[in-house]
């Protein structure tokens, strides 16, 4: 079994909240409510960073979830030229924890680039089932 959602955000602070959103809506449609609050934590990073680092002026971003038989990939792209890269923020830190908290919670995750933009993704494991 494999499927993929995708939808735009305009480059608003509401569409991270509205990402959560969207990936709580597939996760129950595809029957994987296990894996809820590990992908929007994950959601809200990335989208974050993408308003904040890679969204310029005017331009929206994409949150694609694709499953397949293992693994449910969470996507966010991007049109923007900022370079992610993992930070080690120390307690007192109130930012800086986004990417390290992604590379907390899923199996692996990287970043794509293209020739605009750039996608960064975190992929899950997916729980067998019963």
């Known amino acids: ?8 955000f305009p480059r608003r602070r509401t569409s991270v909240g509205a990402s959560r959103a969207f990936v709580a809506q597939i996760l129950r449609e ?6 809820i609050d590990d992908i929007q934590l994950c959601a809200s990073e990335l989208t974050t960073n ?16 694709d499953l397949t038989d293992d693994l449910v990939r969470l996507a966010v792209r ?11 923020a120390d307690d007192s830190s109130c930012s800086g924890r986004g990417l390290f908290l992604v590379g907390e919670l899923a199996a692996d995750f990287g970043v794509d680039h293209h020739v605009v933009g750039k996608t960064v993704w975190a992929a899950f494991k997916r729980p067998p089932t019963p």
């Open 50 to 65: 993408a308003l904040l680092h890679g969204v310029p002026p005017g331009r929206e971003f994409a949150v694609r979830l």
């Open 1 to 8: 079994m494999s499927s993929s959602q995708l939808r735009r």
């Open 78 to 88: 991007d049109s923007g030229d900022g370079k992610p890269e993992m930070q080690h």
């Open 30 to 35: 595809w029957q994987l409510t296990d894996l």
